[in-house]
């Protein structure tokens, strides 16, 4: 199994708040349909500064779809045709990828990446059919996760308007599912009451068998009702979700499923490859690179949905292969599972100060190099922005042969002013290619550099220990990462994985000076120490200023050995990689 601590830029949500302002894609000013028999079907046209082109079917998924009808006033995607279903289009075929969540209101919204796409023909254009306009009758599900749950609404005499009911059950959301294609109905609910809407009302009292083909056919002319009227809900099958979560990208993460509403979890009991390929394949992001576990990418809250999950690897969707009940599990939130895949993408320069040096990729769970041929001045700039060395950079031009024994994933890399985001850049495609001429590397030097930490004296070294002298990081690249270590009793020591979670690692990176936990790691994950296991079953809040001050036993018990011994990444220690922006981590079947 491949170790890929090194290099995993595990950023919370909290970090990613700010990327979409320089992620979208400005250039994109205009979509349509074209050569469908009905105005909400064809193949998919896009404009970009004047030129209208098309998108490669093979890039192009229902999540993209459903925010183009929306857009285009269409309704929802009742599906998307193979390439080239409404003929050959004219013109360039772009190499974008769309990201969408499916909730944004246009696809200029959507994060976008063109780097390494493969070269794709107008056989395979890209094509949608949609629901259509809305009409007397229409239905839609608003305020849930996705178009397949959420407040039930009715469009009629041209308006949208809110369905009210007092006995509102399991038939009528049935009906619900079904006129919106949304598989089967898993919840009937009446809305909260804070979240009960003010607008106008379209139906008020309605019963259904549970067989018909749309709600308009259920009764609607009941007497004087005896309850009381309120905003009614639906959670159809369709809403079903699978994200990767607290992970540098779209593309790895803790797996969370939506299921009846809420995110939870799945356990790693059981968790394997076969398994991880399910996941990655329904997220279109390749395969499977590592099957984690033990809440690798931190711990996650609410349910836990799924335990005991065995994938075959071909099903379609997570919840598809064979697993306990949902819901059911011997689980805690330590064992929550995760995935990395094989398109999980990041970016690094490789000096030691992260913002000058070789430029890298890491992709299909391998660093390679970017070539230089044809590589654009404006290349320079948005990798020194993706990496926060400031807003500019020259590349370091050698003119002199020097042999190496290199690798590169990519070549031809051209950047444009209207790219925002090296990540959307076009250039060759994927291929991991050697090299033998130091001059085929691209090497680049920012003009700001990352904020330096202020060394201080070793402990052993120091007549009085402060906090920050009575913690190390052992075995990782700069004491942001590695094996705790504590200093007591004129020794340093190990801590003991027992009970060891995000709280603890939190207080382990703010004592190492090294911001917010990433990720807290047991069974040795950089290796067994020597000497002393000074704490086991520490207990933090998560505010204490140092371990020391947590709660926690002594471990001179023997209850632990090296093989425990409990480990952090902080954030500090991977702000030398960078990674493409996030889909938004879901994908709906």
């Given at each position: 199994?491949?170790?890929?601590?090194?290099?995993?830029?595990?950023?919370?949500?909290?970090?990613?708040?700010?990327?979409?302002?320089?992620?979208?894609?400005?250039?994109?000013?205009?979509?349509?349909?074209?050569?469908?028999?009905?105005?909400?079907?064809?193949?998919?046209?896009?404009?970009?500064?004047?030129?209208?082109?098309?998108?490669?079917?093979?890039?192009?998924?229902?999540?993209?779809?459903?925010?183009?009808?929306?857009?285009?006033?269409?309704?929802?995607?009742?599906?998307?045709?193979?390439?080239?279903?409404?003929?050959?289009?004219?013109?360039?075929?772009?190499?974008?990828?769309?990201?969408?969540?499916?909730?944004?209101?246009?696809?200029?919204?959507?994060?976008?990446?063109?780097?390494?796409?493969?070269?794709?023909?107008?056989?395979?254009?890209?094509?949608?059919?949609?629901?259509?306009?809305?009409?007397?009758?229409?239905?839609?599900?608003?305020?849930?996760?996705?178009?397949?749950?959420?407040?039930?609404?009715?469009?009629?005499?041209?308006?949208?308007?809110?369905?009210?009911?007092?006995?509102?059950?399991?038939?009528?959301?049935?009906?619900?599912?079904?006129?919106?294609?949304?598989?089967?109905?898993?919840?009937?609910?009446?809305?909260?009451?804070?979240?009960?809407?003010?607008?106008?009302?379209?139906?008020?009292?309605?019963?259904?068998?549970?067989?018909?083909?749309?709600?308009?056919?259920?009764?609607?002319?009941?007497?004087?009702?005896?309850?009381?009227?309120?905003?009614?809900?639906?959670?159809?099958?369709?809403?079903?979700?699978?994200?990767?979560?607290?992970?540098?990208?779209?593309?790895?993460?803790?797996?969370?499923?939506?299921?009846?509403?809420?995110?939870?979890?799945?356990?790693?009991?059981?968790?394997?490859?076969?398994?991880?390929?399910?996941?990655?394949?329904?997220?279109?992001?390749?395969?499977?690179?590592?099957?984690?576990?033990?809440?690798?990418?931190?711990?996650?809250?609410?349910?836990?949905?799924?335990?005991?999950?065995?994938?075959?690897?071909?099903?379609?969707?997570?919840?598809?292969?064979?697993?306990?009940?949902?819901?059911?599990?011997?689980?805690?939130?330590?064992?929550?599972?995760?995935?990395?895949?094989?398109?999980?993408?990041a970016l690094r320069l490789e000096n030691s100060d992260g913002c000058s040096g070789r430029l890298q990729v890491f992709y299909n769970g391998t660093w390679g190099s970017v070539g230089s041929n044809s590589m654009t001045p404006h290349t320079a700039k948005l990798v020194c922005k993706e990496l926060g060395c400031g807003d500019g950079g020259t590349r370091e031009i050698s003119i002199f042969y020097g042999r190496v024994n290199g690798t590169a994933w990519l070549d031809h890399v051209q950047c444009g002013e209207s790219n925002s985001s090296f990540w959307q850049c076009p250039s060759d495609p994927w291929e991991l290619q050697s090299y033998d001429d130091v001059r085929d590397e691209t090497n680049i030097t920012c003009n700001g550099r990352k904020p330096e930490r202020t060394p201080v004296a070793a402990c052993p070294n120091s007549t009085s220990c402060t906090d920050r002298e009575k913690i190390r990081a052992v075995g990782g690249k700069d004491g942001c990462s590695g094996r705790v270590e504590v200093w007591h009793r004129g020794s340093w020591g190990t801590v003991c994985d027992d009970s060891w979670d995000m709280q603890d690692a939190e207080v382990a990176c703010r004592q190492l000076g090294c911001g917010p936990a990433v990720s807290a790691l047991a069974e040795a994950a950089f290796g067994e120490g020597t000497g002393p296991i000074w704490l086991e079953q520490v207990e933090c809040r998560g505010t204490e200023p140092s371990l020391q001050a947590c709660w926690a036993r002594t471990g001179d018990g023997g209850a632990c050995r090296h093989k425990e011994d409990a480990a952090v990444n902080c954030l500090a220690a991977s702000s030398m990689t960078a990674s493409p922006p996030q889909r938004g981590n879901m994908s709906s079947h």
């Open positions: 199994m491949l170790s890929l601590w090194p290099l995993l830029r595990l950023l919370r949500e909290r970090e990613h708040k700010s990327l979409p302002s320089i992620l979208l894609c400005p250039q994109f000013t205009g979509f349509r349909l074209v050569n469908g028999s009905m105005a909400c079907m064809g193949r998919v046209e896009v404009e970009v500064q004047g030129t209208w082109g098309t998108l490669c079917a093979s890039r192009w998924d229902l999540l993209d779809a459903h925010v183009l009808c929306h857009h285009l006033g269409c309704g929802f995607a009742v599906s998307v045709p193979e390439g080239g279903h409404f003929g050959r289009g004219t013109g360039p075929v772009w190499s974008d990828s769309f990201h969408c969540k499916g909730t944004e209101t246009s696809l200029d919204q959507c994060p976008v990446t063109a780097l390494g796409a493969s070269p794709c023909s107008h056989e395979n254009d890209a094509a949608v059919i949609c629901s259509g306009l809305p009409h007397n009758a229409s239905l839609r599900l608003v305020g849930g996760g996705s178009r397949c749950d959420g407040h039930v609404e009715i469009f009629q005499r041209g308006t949208w308007g809110r369905v009210l009911d007092d006995q509102w059950d399991m038939e009528d959301a049935s009906v619900v599912c079904r006129q919106l294609r949304c598989g089967e109905a898993e919840a009937a609910y009446t809305v909260p009451r804070a979240e009960r809407g003010t607008g106008p009302v379209g139906l008020r009292g309605v019963r259904c068998a549970g067989h018909e083909a749309s709600l308009s056919l259920c009764n609607t002319s009941l007497p004087e009702a005896t309850g009381i009227m309120e905003d009614v809900g639906a959670v159809c099958q369709g809403s079903r979700q699978v994200r990767l979560v607290d992970g540098a990208g779209r593309c790895a993460g803790r797996v969370e499923i939506y299921y009846r509403g809420q995110w939870g979890t799945v356990c790693d009991d059981a968790w394997d490859t076969a398994d991880a390929n399910v996941v990655c394949r329904q997220l279109s992001c390749g395969w499977a690179v590592e099957a984690a576990g033990s809440a690798r990418f931190g711990e996650g809250s609410g349910h836990i949905w799924l335990d005991g999950v065995n994938c075959s690897g071909d099903e379609t969707a997570l919840w598809n292969c064979s697993a306990e009940a949902w819901g059911q599990h011997d689980c805690g939130h330590k064992e929550d599972a995760g995935v990395v895949c094989s398109e999980f993408m």
